[in-house]
């Protein structure tokens, strides 16, 4: 049963039925892209494909915490259902931010964004027994949620850029392959940025159209 919030709304759960269905659905769409639909480049140094795509809209229109399970879960299940290569947990890792660095950047631009128009808002001079609503929960509407979010996703494309691929799976491969960081770097970085362009790219493209989908719903 849903208890009601600081502000006296209800408190969506963490995991709602709603939520894994949807969370169930990016996963598989992960474990497909990622294990069928792309191929690798080189000495398997570089896999191109749209698999991080799902995991991301995870953790955007979830929550970062439901983006980390969908990419961990989903790494785990496709090397289950399609062994290719050495499992490394670091890959899982890489994976599961993936999902989590997404949604961690929009839920903190929500919550900085809400308690500074809030300070800005506060009257002057206000006495300290006096209410002014700075105590309560800052929650963004959904119409400004949505209407916010492409920046946000672009923001997260570029940190999974910066972490997950261009420094974690780059030094997970330097221990698998044997060669050091930065000429595999220099190898793997055009890459790298074309994929995170074409990332983006969809998230732009996706997200009016989710937005549809969603019906102008809260996310989380």
Known sequence: MMKPGISGSVARPWLSLRK???????TALSVLFTRIFSFTLGSGSLRIGLGPLPVMLAGILLGPWSGLT???????????????????????????LEGCLPGLIAWA???LTVWRERLAAAPAGLPANQPSGLQERPRMSAAQTWERLPAKAVGGVVADTLICSVWLRTFWLTQLLGVAFIPLLISRLPGVIIQAVVYAGCLLILLPALKKAWGGRPLY
């Open 20 to 26: 894994l269905a949807v969370l169930a659905l990016f």
């Open 70 to 96: 969908c990419g961990l879960v989903a790494d785990v299940l496709g090397f289950m259902l399609f062994p290719s290569g050495t499992f490394h947990p670091g890959f899982t890792l890489a994976a599961g």
């Open 109 to 111: 631009a929500n919550r």
